[in-house]
């Protein structure tokens, strides 16, 4: 797909990977809603994007796990610019380490990293199979494909993510609806650095683990890297090449992988004593 002259709809688009999205897709010539949680911070970046692409972006405030506001979304890009033709899932949360993790964070981190993707794909597939064309692009992690060490309910909810994008890939990818998941390991971004901000000891480890794993890549070149796959109609998108390789040895001995996972989880909780 030929994202130039398309209409895209970017959530988490205030700021990291989402922000980088929405400036690379008005510079490849589409047009923008940047949605954020932070109202500020959306329209921050579509004012920045509009005064290198006029005309190209709307920033707005709205909750991307909540339908009605997806659905306000929807309209507010119609009203704009016309039909949706791309949804970019990127909106994400880190959520707690541990097991003691309370009822309602695992619902707000599933919210977010899952449920968000559910109810926007219910409003748009629909549409798009009518049409014969749509692009549903899930931001989701290479802790989807390999376990972060740290937070569970990042981990599950990422998991779950990657799993949803294969079932709409699988279920409506002959009816005209691309699908891409996207998952890296660490970008230079607020969210990397959750973790070792959050004061636990799981979370310091987790954000050590996925900056010792490669390359911490800037949100630009994640950008360019998604917008290059989605040319290419791509269903895995993986900034990391590496991931495939490690992803590859956990599904050729899942027993030796989970011990190398304790043995690596140790050897960092080690570090901070």
């Known amino acids: 797909m030929r994202v130039a002259d398309k209409v895209a709809i970017v959530t988490g688009g205030g700021a990291g990977i989402g922000a980088a999205l929405a400036a690379a897709l008005a510079a490849a010539g589409a047009k923008v ?34 339908t009605e506001e997806i659905r306000g979304l929807i309209a507010l890009a119609q009203q704009h610019f016309g039909p949706v033709d791309l949804y970019f899932a990127n909106a994400g949360i880190v959520g707690a380490s541990g097991l003691d993790v309370t009822d309602d964070e695992w619902d707000r981190s599933l919210d977010v990293n899952l449920r968000a993707h559910i109810r926007a794909a219910r409003l748009l597939v629909p549409e798009w199979v009518e049409r014969g064309a749509g692009y549903f692009i899930s931001t989701a992690s290479a802790a989807g494909l390999l376990t972060q060490i740290g937070s569970a309910t990042y981990s599950v909810s990422k998991h779950a993510a990657v799993g949803f994008a294969e079932w709409l890939s699988v279920t409506y990818g002959d009816q005209g609806v691309r699908v891409s998941c996207l998952c890296p390991m660490g970008v230079n971004t607020k969210l990397l650095y ?31 890297i998604v917008l290059t796959a ?37 050897s960092l909780l080690a570090e901070t004593h």
């Open 230 to 266: 989605v040319a290419a109609e791509e269903f895995l998108i993986l900034p990391h090449p590496q991931v495939l390789d490690m992803y590859r040895h956990k599904g050729a001995d899942y027993d030796r992988w989970l011990r190398g996972m304790r043995r690596y989880q140790s």
């Open 33 to 66: 809603v940047v949605s954020d949680l932070d109202e500020p911070a959306a329209l921050a970046v579509s004012e920045q994007i509009n005064a290198d692409h006029p005309g190209t972006t709307v920033g707005v405030g709205a909750d991307a796990a909540v």
């Open 194 to 224: 959750a973790g070792q901000n959050s004061g636990e000891e799981l979370g310091a480890a987790a954000t050590r683990a996925v900056v010792s794993a490669g390359d911490v890549l800037e949100p630009a070149d994640v950008a360019d």
